[in-house]
């Protein structure tokens, strides 16, 4: 019985993988992303990420791959995750509500030509959207990591990777691959084969 649904939930896996890899159009907006984030990169700019959650993992572990290294030692890259201050995180939830929290901050951190990326498996997150609001007065350009629909960010605008499922675990596991897909070609474009 157990082995039965382990293999299910692989092959689940597997078919939304294979739904992503087969979709040329989402596959091209993969690369504007990658494209989007080193001009920003190349120009002085942060990449900010966000997400809830299993996102938040997401957005804290993709933004490591940015500032730390990823596939070699290189320079790091101007890139954070905005969930990481608990101190701010809960002073701002409590004071001026949760749905504030990314908005707040990206106000006093984000520049006009910087990204936010917004990770969020329903597209919906209330704290996502107040932060693209603001993104929309600074002139910061949004990628939204979603699943099918894109839910309210789709609406915001910007550049939208929706995974095409509606399994919570599924979309997750696709926006890890895509986000280390793009950091992938972001550094391999900013520094071919750097050598330290």
Not at 10 to 19: F, P, R, Y
Not at 53 to 61: E, I, K, P, R
Not at 104 to 127: E, F, K, M, Y
């Amino acid at each position: 019985m157990e082995i039965n649904r382990i293999k299910e939930a692989i092959g689940q896996s597997i078919a939304v993988k294979q739904a992503v890899l087969s979709d040329e159009e989402l596959m091209s907006r993969v690369g504007r992303a990658a494209q989007m984030i080193e001009a920003t990169l190349r120009a002085g700019g942060k990449i900010h990420f966000c997400g809830n959650g299993g996102s938040a993992a997401d957005a804290q572990h993709l933004a490591a791959e940015l500032s730390g290294r990823f596939y070699f030692d290189r320079p790091p890259l101007n890139a954070e995750a905005l969930h990481c201050n608990s101190s701010y995180l809960t002073a701002v939830g409590n004071d001026y509500g949760y749905d504030q929290v990314f908005a707040r901050l990206l106000r006093g951190t984000a520049r006009q030509g910087d990204v936010l990326v917004g990770i969020s498996t329903s597209g919906n997150s209330a704290n996502i959207v107040e932060a693209y609001k603001v993104c929309r007065e600074l002139g910061v350009q949004t990628i939204s990591l979603t699943g099918a629909t894109g839910g309210k960010m789709k609406e915001m605008g910007g550049l939208l990777l929706n995974v095409p499922s509606t399994d919570t675990p599924r979309i997750q596991e696709c926006h890890i691959m895509l986000g280390h897909i793009i950091c992938e070609l972001v550094e391999k474009s900013l520094f071919g084969e750097w050598k330290q």
